[in-house]
Every structure is written in C-alpha cells, then in structure tokens.
C-alpha cells in the first residue's frame, strides 16, 4: 500500500522543548516537502529536498531543521527557537510527472501544540 | 501583494449546485495550476492540475486556466455533500520550483 505516512498525528509541545516529526514515503519519490498550515493562511514551505543527503530553506525555515539520510525519509526537528510552532504540519514527496510537472502528494498531517 | 489571492469563504451551496471556485496570481510565469481537496484535519489530495491555458474535466470537476487574466477556476457540477471541504490551489513556475498556495476556500454543500 503505498503512500506517505506522517507520525504521530497529534504532538504535544512544552515550551523549550525540541520535537521531531516524522515523514516516510513508499512512493520511491525523489523530492520530499515540509509545510505548516495556520488557519487563513494557506501553506507556507519549511524545507525541501530534491536528493538524499540535500535540502534546502523553505519561506519560513527558521526555527526548523531537517535531515534525508535516506531516499524514504525526511524527518523535521521543531526546536525552541521556534516561537510559535503550534500548527498543522503536512509532509509531501514529488516526482516528474506525465505532463513535465512534478505533482505533490501529501502525508495525513501532524497537529503540533505547545502547553 | 501575495503572489496568489483566494476567496477563503466559506461558500455554502445547496445538494445539486454548480460550484465555481476561483484563484488570481499576480506573476505571469506561473505556468503550472493544480487545485487540492484538504478534508477537516486530513492532508490536501490533488484534485486536478493544467499545463498553461485551457480547461481539463475530470468528472463532475472541471479546471480552467485563463493565464491572459491571471485567473484559475475549478468547477464542480451535481455538487455533493461530499464535496464539503477546504479547496486550495496551487501554481507553480515550472518543473521542479516549489508550490505557491492560496489560503484556500472552504466550501459546505448542504443536503
């Protein structure tokens, strides 16, 4: 069954603490993808990865931090230095498509709180 | 100006109405529009996605990209309860650059 798993799916945060998330894909996908979603504001890119073992800032990267030692995975490390990481976080992995575009696929999503 | 302005509703329609949803960019580049169904706490599907102007059906859904205008709709016809959900769309400048979002539309079909 492939697709894009995100785990857990509800995070509790205390202030001060660093969390990871976490984001596995079976779709053999070359590209993967960190989003947080705030109400009214739509999606705002974290990070991306194109290769293992590369990734680059997204807009709002600060506070955030990312590996992809391996093709499946890419894990997001929410750290303290976040000041307001209370949000929807949605992973996605892409590969080229048919028609020259490479179409997102998205994870079921992590809800992150902070006490 | 955001690079891609989206009414966020929410829209309310009734069991068997035509549904027109609709985004605007500001950035003739964009060549790439794709639009996304995100249920309530559930991550965004793709729906349907176009390549520069035209429309694409899929279905009761029907996507219009009208790039003299900057604008970009997505039709559902013989709405369904359903169909309840956030729509958001997404463009992009070409293969390989990253996803610009609306903030969505949240739509409500009531049976």
């Known amino acids: 069954d492939g697709g894009i798993t995100q785990s857990p799916k509800y995070l509790f945060r205390k202030e001060g603490q660093n969390v990871t998330l976490s984001c596995e894909q079976n779709l053999n996908h070359d590209a993967m993808y960190w989003y947080r979603q705030d109400p009214g504001q739509g999606l705002r890119l974290i990070y991306y990865s194109q290769i ?3 990734f680059q800032k997204g807009d709002i990267a ?4 990312v590996s992809r030692e391996k093709k499946e995975s890419f ?3 929410v750290t303290s230095a976040q000041k307001n990481p209370t949000a929807f976080y949605l992973c ?3 590969t080229p498509g048919l028609e020259s575009t490479d179409t997102q696929y998205f994870g079921p999503g992590t809800r992150l709180t902070v006490l | 100006q955001k690079e891609v302005e989206q009414d966020p509703g929410p829209l309310s329609v009734p069991e068997g109405a035509i549904v027109s949803l609709n985004c605007t960019y500001s950035n003739s580049a964009f060549q790439y529009f794709m639009w996304y169904r995100q249920y ?5 599907e793709l729906l349907m996605y176009t ?3 035209g429309n694409k059906e899929d279905g009761r859904f029907t996507a219009q990209v009208d790039k003299s205008s900057k604008y970009i709709s ?3 016809r013989d709405s369904q309860p359903s169909d309840s959900a956030t729509y958001l769309c997404a463009i992009q400048k070409s293969s390989g650059d990253k996803l610009t979002f609306g903030t ?8």
């Open chain 1, 92 to 94: 996605a992995s892409s």
């Open chain 1, 62 to 65: 600060e506070g955030y931090s």
């Open chain 1, 75 to 77: 894990p997001l490390t």
């Open chain 1, 52 to 54: 293992v073992n590369d």
């Open chain 2, 74 to 76: 997505l039709f559902i």
């Open chain 2, 40 to 44: 309530s706490r559930k991550g965004p």
């Open chain 2, 104 to 111: 969505g539309t949240r739509l409500a079909v009531r049976p």
């Open chain 2, 51 to 53: 390549y520069s102007s």
